[in-house]
Structures are given as structure tokens and as C-alpha cells.
């Protein structure tokens, strides 16, 4: 069966550190991944999707970048945090091909002071 | 383009009562369509799916969603509720794959139930 991690769970971080949310799919290949934050009060808001290694797709201009070093690994980064960044950062995978449902790991909360 | 709508930002029913959360889409092909929902502080866990066929899916934890084409719905069900499902819910309608397999998610229900 497909698991999907994600870590840290939480994090505290000063204004104008640098990030990094990883994760991580077993049990699948070739997976979409997907980068989403949920502020608070707020739905879903996709950053960034990818389709294949290397292959990365913004979809909201931002203070994040996001990578995909491995088939099964989708990292989202910052140099520098802003307070706007703190929020609820999911990862999702999906099969490759159309119109799958997406899975979601367990969520990193973060919060920038 | 595509949306999806939650009319309802907030619903609250007692514990035991029948639900239903609204859910309405505009999509101009047949459309893939998907119920998440998400506990305080956790991911999406899904609950449900239609990709065609019978109208009336059934999903885990005793939801159910009736797909009508005519006004464009997808809304969930369930006869009587408990308190543990307290939680965010989110309609979901999928794009095909050279959209990146996105999934365009309404703005989210929260259900509050009291005993």
C-alpha cells in the first residue's frame, strides 16, 4: 500500500530563516505531487505541482520554491520566511494519470515569528 | 472555468440528526468529483469518489453523495450523525492530466455537532 510522509510536523521559525518541508511517497512511482497551504480560516491553496523529477509547476507567485530531487520526494523551501508563510503546508500525491483523487499526508504546521 | 462551491460555510446539527453539505460545480466535460474531509490539525482523508455510473456512491464512514447532472450537484449525505464527525469538509472536481491532474477544491464546510 502507498504511504505519504511529511516532516517536520511542526516548526517554529524566525522571520528571514530559510525552510524546508520534505516529502516523501512509498509504494507508488511515478507519482504526481502536490505543495498546498491553508491559512487560517482559510480552503486550500495549491503552490505547486509536479508531474515528474525536476518538472515543477507554480501556480501562485510567492516567497516558496519547491523541488523534486528523487521520483518519490517533493521538497518546498524558502531563503527567507516571511509572516505571510506561516500556515498549514500539505503534501498530496496522486497516480499519473487523469482525473485520480489525490492523497494527503499529515500536514507540517508552521509558524513564523 | 472550472469551480466548485460550498454554500455553507458553517453547519451545525445535533447529534443524531440527518445531514447533507451542498455542493455545486462548473466543469464543461464530464466531471470527476470527490469528498474529502479533515480533522483539526490533520490531512484530507477521502471519502468518497464518482467517476460515472450509479449517480448515488456510497463512501466510508457511512456518507454517502448523489451526483445530479441537471443542477449540477454532489452532495453529501449522511442518515445520522455523531459527534466524531465534528470536522472540515471539502468537495473536490478533478482535471484531466494536462492540467497537471489538479483537483479544484471548494472553500470547505465546517460541521459542528452538538449533543
Known amino acids: 500500500s502507498q504511504t505519504i510522509h511529511q516532516w517536520p510536523a511542526t516548526l517554529v521559525q524566525p522571520v528571514g530563516s530559510p525552510l524546508s518541508l520534505e516529502c516523501t511517497v512509498e509504494?507508488?512511482?511515478?507519482?504526481?505531487l502536490y505543495w498546498y497551504r491553508q491559512a487560517a480560516g482559510r480552503g486550500l491553496q495549491l503552490l505547486f505541482y509536479?508531474?515528474?523529477?525536476?518538472?515543477i509547476s507554480s501556480e501562485v507567485p510567492q516567497n516558496l520554491s519547491a523541488s523534486r530531487p528523487q521520483d518519490r520526494q517533493f521538497i518546498l523551501s524558502s531563503k527567507k520566511l516571511l509572516l505571510s508563510d506561516s500556515g498549514f503546508y500539505l503534501c498530496?500525491?496522486?497516480?499519473?494519470?487523469?482525473?485520480?483523487?489525490?492523497?494527503f499526508g499529515p500536514g507540517t504546521r508552521l509558524t513564523v515569528l | 472555468a472550472q469551480s466548485v462551491t460550498q454554500p455553507d460555510i458553517h453547519i451545525t446539527v445535533s447529534e443524531g440528526a440527518s445531514l447533507e453539505l451542498r455542493c455545486n460545480y462548473s466543469?464543461?466535460?464530464?466531471?470527476?468529483l470527490f469528498w474529502y474531509v479533515q480533522s483539526p490539525g490533520q490531512g484530507l482523508q477521502l471519502l468518497l469518489k464518482?467517476?460515472?455510473?450509479?449517480?448515488l456512491v456510497q463512501g466510508i464512514k457511512g456518507f454517502e453523495a448523489e451526483f445530479k447532472r441537471s443542477q449540477s450537484s454532489f452532495n453529501l449525505r449522511k442518515p445520522s450523525v455523531h459527534w466524531s464527525d465534528a470536522a472540515e469538509y471539502f468537495c473536490?472536481?478533478?482535471?484531466?492530466?494536462?492540467?497537471?491532474?489538479?483537483?479544484?477544491f471548494g472553500a470547505g464546510t465546517i460541521l459542528r455537532v452538538k449533543s
Open positions: 464518482y467517476f460515472s455510473g450509479d449517480t
Open positions: 473536490a472536481v478533478a482535471l484531466p492530466m494536462e492540467y497537471g491532474n489538479k483537483l479544484v
Open positions: 509504494g507508488t512511482s511515478n507519482p504526481n
Open positions: 509536479s508531474v515528474g523529477i525536476g518538472q
Open positions: 466543469y464543461g466535460a464530464t466531471p470527476y
Open positions: 498530496a500525491w496522486s497516480r499519473g494519470s487523469s482525473y485520480n483523487e489525490q492523497f
